[in-house]
């Protein structure tokens, strides 16, 4: 067990892992572990990445587009698993020096365009098709303030709440106090802002939306860190509201099971190269076909 309290050091050095989920992927220096490069399908856009709450958000932008019928956005979606170590490797280094999921190549030029963060997939596939996000003025701002806002917030959900109330090798009072006080503000944040409009830009679904689902939606619908009752996720019946509109949206049902490798074997597409794969090549049918 740690001491209760602790005495930094003068100067910081890493010693050891730090503990907890997640800790063997953790390391103080950045640049790629071991020469891999990676593969590359048939479409013009190919994704690497995982169904975290920011991988998420780039499956379903694909899955809206496609929605909507631009089969020019049509991808490719390879598992990275950051359990292992992918992101570490030299081809995807060369795409997001960075090391986090999800990393794009977008092939559609005359050069493949790297595209690294979260925020960035969004607003590079929304402008370029012209979709979930007004083209100028007021109301492009107020999308992109929110876009912003997530991008701002969400560490204190994740990093800050879901790491010391979830995976952390010990509870403590202090720092799950901290962020769990700072993640319902957001909440409140979300759920005044949503009790006059149907989506949080206004009235139309946007990228601001897509970005934000993924964390605040599916933390009220009861899919992160097993903590719906500690945070009396619902007090918050207009995010709540908000959350299950966009649960039922095809597209955001189809981009949650994109690099999927949790939950139930049916929810799980791991790798996503056609839009027939949903039914075709889910764990579960691939893995009754590989025993048979």
């Known amino acids: ?5 602790y005495t930094p050091p003068k100067v910081w050095t890493w010693e050891q892992e730090s503990g907890g989920r997640f800790a063997s992927i953790n390391r103080p220096i950045a640049g790629a572990t071991h020469d891999k490069e990676l593969p590359v399908g048939k479409h013009p856009f190919q994704l690497y990445s995982l ?18 019928g631009i089969t020019e956005a049509e991808y490719d979606a ?57 083209k100028d003025g007021p109301a492009r701002t107020e999308v992109m303030n929110w876009v912003f806002w997530q991008m701002g917030s969400a560490p204190y959900l994740g990093g800050g709440f879901g790491h010391f109330y979830a995976y952390a090798p010990e509870k403590f009072e202090y720092p799950i106090n901290r962020f769990a006080m700072e993640v319902k503000r957001q909440l409140d944040v979300l759920d005044r802002e949503l009790a006059n409009k149907t989506y949080i830009a206004g009235e139309d679904y946007t990228i601001a939306d897509i970005a934000i689902w993924p964390w605040y939606g ?12 500690f945070l009396d996720v619902k007090s918050y019946k207009n995010v709540l509201r908000w959350a299950e509109a966009i649960d039922a949206r095809p597209a955001v049902k189809r981009g949650r099971m994109v690099n999927r490798a949790m939950g139930e074997l049916s929810s799980q597409l791991r790798n996503r190269h056609d839009a027939s794969d949903f039914e ?6 691939l893995e009754a076909e590989a025993a048979q």
């Open 280 to 285: 075709t090549k889910t764990q579960d049918k």
């Open 51 to 68: 169904a975290t709450p920011n991988g998420v958000k780039a499956t379903v932008m694909f899955e809206e587009l496609l929605e909507l």
């Open 78 to 134: 390879w598992l990275i698993d950051i359990s292992e170590g992918d992101q570490f490797g030299s081809g995807f280094v060369d795409i997001n020096p960075n090391s986090k999921i999800p990393a794009l190549q977008d092939r559609s030029g005359d050069a493949p365009v790297r595209v690294f963060e979260s925020a960035s997939i969004l607003l590079h596939l929304a402008e370029k098709f012209g979709q979930f996000l007004p």
């Open 1 to 5: 067990m740690s001491d209760t309290t």
């Open 218 to 229: 599916q933390l009220v619908l009861g899919r992160a860190y097993d903590a719906a009752e």
